[in-house]
């Protein structure tokens, strides 16, 4: 740290010049979103518009997701409720508005945890290599030979179904694929010339894997997140449609495309629209995920 | 060889790990271990006290866990997993059964999946950055978002209720399959027109396909010849994950369709506690994946060099 603070600082501050100029350009192109590919305005755009959905859902809902009304059982589209009743004469689009936030909630805490868990276990082994690395990196050659699936019904078979158990299940396998991506971008990055500078510079390794390699390795780790997130809200709704995830009396998106399912003939929209939120949901994020790898492809 | 060695250590001992967790189900789970274990010896729910005493000492589950588990391996690996709770009857056949069921859907909706995906997939990069490129591309995306449980009963809703061309549910023939595999080749599909466009674009550009242009082979002879061939490497290593993960990952679709096969069956054991099933069920699906992406590991290391070297330096 002490080669940023101090008269030092200014002294060498001026060799380096060419890549701090490419550093803050870069980081203000990040800002300005006349330079993003459509995909990504798209997908954030749509993206912001459901979580911002999701966020207000409290205000905003136009019934109570809960009130029945059994006289007005599995009605069509009306001024009252745009999306009809379900089977218990429930609001649809309250339901989906108040379901919505358990899929997309524990879809971005499992992916949040995966993410930051597989990122840092990834860097160590970068780091440090050896036993470690060799430890890490078989475990998860066993861990990816599983089906999510069945990892989840796993869990579940033990621990019972809800909704911590589904938020393990999901964790476990997920966070392998950030382990190998941080570990393979790191050690690519680690062969740079800009590395060997700072190394020669006699900064620490801590300093260089904080201040070099991760904010480097940023941006795929986050287009890989993006791509996930995606998975991860289908996987939930999966689990859920299959009562193995959320359970009554919540309801998340899957669980309650499953209740419509009996019903589908005379009501479609009970399947239809759940199905449609994770759809958007998914598209928005995984959209996300391509524009922010269009824009690092364009840029090398 | 030391890359082989490797391989099979991670083989063998995924297999240990994984058969130890499952030998274990039955202590994890609420409830009395040795009843449930003798249940599914004796083909009997309702021991008394009496005999569980008796039979605990006979099936020598009194003995050290670590005894217990290399007796059940031992009798796992013969095939000997005891008698379903529910069925009532004993396991092998019921596990033969389903996987032959899973694998022929499996392998049905990755065949179709490729018959799309490959066609796609290559005229994407021949016409890479055009329109055609920009539609195929966007498009096939797109259907990774798509969950199976929504688009099975789309499916369902359209060509069983409104047209009644094809059956909703079962598994009785041909016809009943066709629903089933279109909604789980949708994801492959996407994967695939992915990796065949990149890998097509890759070779297209690659001094053998110039060369033989230069040499005058049309720009069809050129792709037939030297293309497709080359660009199927990653296509056919991405073929055999997929052939492993729907093994396990066709659960939803079974489910919704009613066809007999793993994910039903393991989705059926938890339902219903059904502890010997599932362990033979698992222990199963997870020797089968491994087994493929082992072999697939292995012989993609045999045919192409440059991984071959670099797994062995490594």
């Known amino acids: ?300 | 060889m030391t890359f082989l060695v490797r391989r099979l250590i991670v083989l063998v001992s995924t297999l240990v790990t994984v058969s130890f967790v499952v030998f274990l189900i039955p202590y994890l789970t609420p409830g009395d271990p040795a009843r449930k274990i003798l249940r599914a010896r004796v083909n009997d729910p309702n021991l008394d006290a009496e005999s569980v005493a008796r039979l605990r000492t006979q099936y020598g589950l009194d003995r050290p866990l670590l005894v217990q588990y290399a007796d059940w391996l031992l009798h796992a690996v013969t095939g000997d997993l005891g008698i379903s709770y529910t069925a009532r009857s004993p396991i092998p056949p019921m596990i033969v059964g389903a996987i032959q069921v899973t694998v022929l859907l499996t392998a049905a909706a990755l065949i179709f999946a490729l018959a799309i995906a490959l066609p796609l997939g290559s005229i994407a990069a021949m016409k890479r950055g055009r329109p055609t490129d920009t539609v195929i591309t966007t498009v096939t995306q797109g259907f990774v978002a798509i969950p199976e449980y929504w688009m099975a009963p789309l499916l369902v809703l359209a060509f069983a209720v409104h047209l009644r061309v094809l059956p909703s549910a079962g598994w009785t023939g041909v016809a009943s399959m066709v629903l089933p595999c279109l909604t789980l080749a949708m994801r492959p599909i996407s994967y695939f027109t992915q990796v065949t466009r990149a890998s097509m674009a890759d070779v297209l550009d690659s001094p053998h396909i110039i060369g033989s242009r230069a040499r005058g082979l049309s720009y069809r002879q050129t792709i037939w010849r030297h293309g497709i061939r080359n660009a199927l490497i990653p296509v056919v290593t991405l073929f055999s994950v997929w052939l492993g993960g729907l093994l396990g990952g066709s659960v939803v679709v079974e489910v919704i369709f009613g066809i007999p096969g793993m994910g039903r069956l393991v989705y059926d054991a938890v339902l219903n506690s059904d502890i010997p099933v599932l362990q033979a069920a698992i222990m199963c699906i997870v020797t089968l994946t491994v087994a493929i992406s082992t072999v697939t590991d292995v012989v993609y290391t045999v045919i192409n060099p440059t991984v071959r070297s670099a797994n062995v330096s490594s």
């Open chain 1, 1 to 300: 740290m002490s080669l940023l603070d101090g008269t030092r600082t200014s002294a060498l501050d001026s060799a380096p010049a060419p890549v701090r100029v490419a550093r803050s350009a870069r980081g203000r192109r990040w800002i300005d979103i006349r330079t993003w590919p459509a995909s990504l305005v798209i997908g954030a755009l749509l993206f912001v518009v459901v979580v911002l959905t999701l966020i207000l859902t409290p205000w905003i809902a136009p019934h109570d997701p809960a009130a029945q009304t059994l006289s007005a059982r599995l009605t069509g589209s009306s001024g009252t409720h745009p999306l009809g009743t379900d089977q218990l004469g429930r609001d649809v689009l309250s339901r989906l508005m108040d379901g919505g936030r358990f899929s997309v909630s524990i879809a971005a805490l499992t992916l949040a945890i995966s993410a930051v868990v597989g990122t840092l276990l990834g860097l160590v082994c970068a780091r440090r290599r050896g036993a470690f690395d060799e430890f890490i990196m078989r475990l998860t050659d066993v861990l990816l030979a599983f089906p999510e699936m069945i990892v989840a019904m796993f869990l579940v078979a033990i621990l019972g179904a809800s909704q911590s158990t589904l938020v393990l299940a999901l964790v476990l396998g997920g966070w392998t694929p950030f382990a190998r991506l941080a570990r393979g971008v790191a050690i690519e990055i680690d062969s740079r010339d800009y590395i060997e500078a700072a190394k020669s510079l006699g900064c620490s390794k801590r300093f260089i894997m904080m201040r070099h390699v991760l904010p480097n390795a940023l941006s795929p780790l986050m287009a890989h997140a993006a791509l996930r997130f995606g998975h991860k809200l289908i996987t939930v709704g999966a689990l859920s449609f299959l009562g193995l995830g959320v359970q009554p009396p919540d309801a998340d998106w899957g669980s309650m495309l499953a209740d419509g399912l009996p019903y589908m003939s005379r009501s479609p929209g009970l399947v239809i629209y759940p199905g449609l939120a994770i759809f958007v949901t998914a598209l928005s994020v995984t959209l996300m995920g391509q524009g922010i790898n269009v824009r690092r492809n364009r840029r090398t």
